[in-house]
């Protein structure tokens, strides 16, 4: 079974989504038998965002200098560790020139061990209007719901620009939209296929995110993209995404029987 987890959150900076701190998150690791931890808080910073939550920003001054203190929170708990501990970023990609260029600035400056590319948000084409699902449909605010609807095709090209970026280890949870309940009929089985041509054509690893079966009873993404993925020998990691310790691991076993039922070929994995 996969002794490692690369996609995980704490409650960095006392604000973060995760519920603990880095050290708790280490110390669950290693006795769960992990032998690898990457912490992986959001790195969600893009200038036309109004922020909407601690967690993302419009200053890029003031995201660098959180960016650094969360990475040395990390390396220091990671000192009295006796398992190997990465510092990274799941990151909101945005496909303009202008975040590329912010986002080359953020990486140059905080020198994280690696990036996970992710897709939380939505947005207009120019990305002048960029919109938290979340708060839409934990909210309604600040948008109608009609709004986030109309705006839904471009997610699918921010993923599949991140995959053709080069920046990510591996990108995040490929439908993660089903979770709203968005993208789910097979009117998008299109932009899902761009997906799999996309991973494919890179052989980019992508991840199969086990909190999917927390809140969809499906984990990311669909079995049967999955399926296709491996028939084209694209590299899947597990990820728990956990946000707590509780979920460290969480959904393991499950996903290592599908894996093995579906005869998955190629695992990511760091060296080290
Ligand atoms: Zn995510
Ligand atoms: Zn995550």
């Known amino acids: 079974m996969q002794n490692f987890s690369y996609h995980s959150h704490t409650h960095a900076l006392n604000k973060y989504d995760g519920k603990n701190t880095a050290a708790e998150m280490i110390k669950q690791a290693e006795l769960i038998g992990f032998k690898e931890l990457g912490i992986t808080n959001h790195l969600c910073y893009h200038p036309n965002l109004t922020p909407s939550n601690p967690m993302a920003y419009n200053d890029i001054k003031k995201a660098i ?5 969360i990475i040395e929170e990390i390396r220091q708990a990671a000192k009295s560790s006796a398992i190997k ?20 600035k953020i990486m140059s400056e905080i020198k994280a061990d690696y990036y996970i590319g992710a897709s939380h948000f939505m947005r207009n084409k120019d990305e002048t209007d960029i919109i938290n699902p979340y708060d839409v449909l934990l909210h309604g605010y600040p948008y109608p719901h009609e709004e986030l609807v ?22 995040a949870h490929l439908d993660l939209y089903k979770i709203f309940n968005l993208g789910v009929g097979p009117e998008w089985d299109k932009p899902k296929w761009k997906i799999i041509d996309a991973l494919s054509e890179s052989k980019q690893p992508y991840e199969l995110n086990t909190s999917g079966w927390n809140k969809c009873n499906e984990q990311h993404p669909h079995t049967w993209m999955l399926k296709e993925l491996n028939r084209r020998d694209v590299p899947v990691v597990i990820s728990d995404d956990a946000h707590s310790t509780a979920m460290l691991g969480q959904h393991y076993q499950r996903a290592e029987d599908l894996l093995q039922e ?11």
């Open 150 to 171: 109309k705006n839904f095709p471009n997610c699918w090209d921010n993923v599949v620009e991140s995959i053709k970026s080069g920046y990510f280890a591996f990108i």
């Open 65 to 69: 200098e959180d960016y650094k203190a």
């Open 85 to 104: 501990i990465y510092a990274g970023f799941e990151v909101d990609f945005f496909p303009s020139k202008k975040w590329r260029d912010s986002f080359e």
């Open 262 to 272: 579906i005869g998955y070929q190629k695992r990511f994995k760091f060296p080290f």
